[in-house]
């Protein structure tokens, strides 16, 4: 079994500034979608597909971007305290690729996006970000170092330093949960292939269809992407992965917020009115997006809670001052103690 690593201090601090850089870059397109908007509800709208009066401004934004600043914020926050922070580096940096990979190809079509007036500014954001995910991948695979030992036979162990597994009923209840999203996703995915054929799929994962804003991944890139990830972090988790805590936590809290998105579409097309008598497909799709607001949800509260804490008891029953471990005191003490 190798030694316990944990990140050195200028990898978190340098992980940490590319993480807030991220959420900051994908603020910037919040922000300034939210000034063209008459009202800020109206911009949520527009994330979720709801054609509205008054909303025929250029939409460079996506619901995606929203996910990608709260991830990369959180990580920002944390791991320049936390040495076992290389899991959430990589969920943040996994998830900045899956956004804005595609817009990288996708704008250099001058044809295509060449009527956008901050198309090198779109387009310079989006190599910043695959950059900056892929600097945070980096960080967590070679910004690390073994956990020091001590003097005197003695270890200093710290929740901090080691990254804790999730716990059994939280593996379990994540693998479930997260595994069933990514099938059900996938599901829907190979669906819409037999539904329009490959041609027309392709240029969902492509790019080459009809896009939601300036800066939103294909439909079929994002989803199937999205998919690995919950599968990926599904098999940790049963595995109970040390890193699958922050993979599955990253996961489902994109599910959740598109599983929210689809929810509010679906009451403001009046699904839900005569939703049982409505058609099949009907009926899939709206139970589909609950079904995401409920696994995202529940995945994301035992992922955070589920935690496993070390057992004192392991080290001797000794509680020693200041967290370091040694051998305990002798059960039979010498002559003159």
């Known amino acids: ?20 850089l991220i959420a900051l870059i994908s603020a910037g397109w919040i922000v300034r979608d939210l000034t063209e908007t008459e009202k800020p509800n109206l911009l949520w709208w527009r994330w979720v597909g709801v054609p ?15 996910g990608l600043f709260l991830v990369c914020a959180a990580v920002a926050v944390t791991a320049v305290r936390s040495p076992s922070a290389a899991s959430g580096l ?11 990979a595609p ?19 779109l387009l310079a954001s989006a190599i910043a970000t695959v950059g ?3 600097i945070l991948l980096l960080l967590a695979a070679f910004g690390r170092r073994p956990v020091v030992e001590s003097a005197g036979y003695s270890y200093t162990f710290d929740d901090e330093e080691q990254p804790p597994r999730p716990t059994n009923g939280a593996a379990a209840t994540a693998f479930i949960f997260l595994g069933a999203v990514a099938a059900v996703a996938g599901a ?6 037999m539904d329009l054929g490959w041609r027309r799929y392709r240029e969902l994962i492509t790019g080459e269809s009809l896009l939601s804003s300036a800066l939103a991944p294909p439909t079929g890139w994002l989803v199937w992407s999205l998919a ?15 890193f699958s805590r922050a993979l599955g936590m990253t996961a489902a809290a994109v599910f959740l917020l598109y599983g929210a998105g689809g929810v509010t579409w679906a009451v403001k097309a009046d699904r839900f009115s005569g939703l049982m008598d409505a058609e099949l497909l009907v009926q899939l799709e709206v139970l589909t997006q609950l079904f995401y607001v409920l696994a995202g949800a529940v995945c994301l509260l035992v992922l955070f809670r589920g935690r496993e804490r070390r ?27």
């Open 52 to 66: 509205l009066d008054g909303g025929g401004f250029i939409l460079y934004s996506c619901l995606l971007d929203l």
């Open 132 to 134: 900056l995910g892929l």
């Open 228 to 242: 690995l990830l919950a599968l990926v972090a599904a098999i940790a988790a049963l595995n109970r992965a040390t």
């Open 1 to 20: 079994m190798g030694q316990p690593q944990i990140l050195t201090r200028g990898a978190r601090i340098t992980g940490s500034v590319a993480a807030a």
């Open 103 to 121: 817009s990288v190809w996708i704008l250099l079509d001058k044809e295509r996006f060449g009527i956008l007036d901050l198309r090198v500014r």
């Open 188 to 193: 829907w995915q190979v669906h819409n292939a």
């Open 311 to 337: 057992d004192e008891r392991e080290y001797g029953d000794w509680d020693p001052a200041g967290g370091v471990y040694g051998p305990p005191p002798p059960s039979t003490l010498p002559p003159g103690w």
């Open 90 to 100: 990589v969920a943040a940096g996994l998830l900045a690729l899956i956004a804005r």
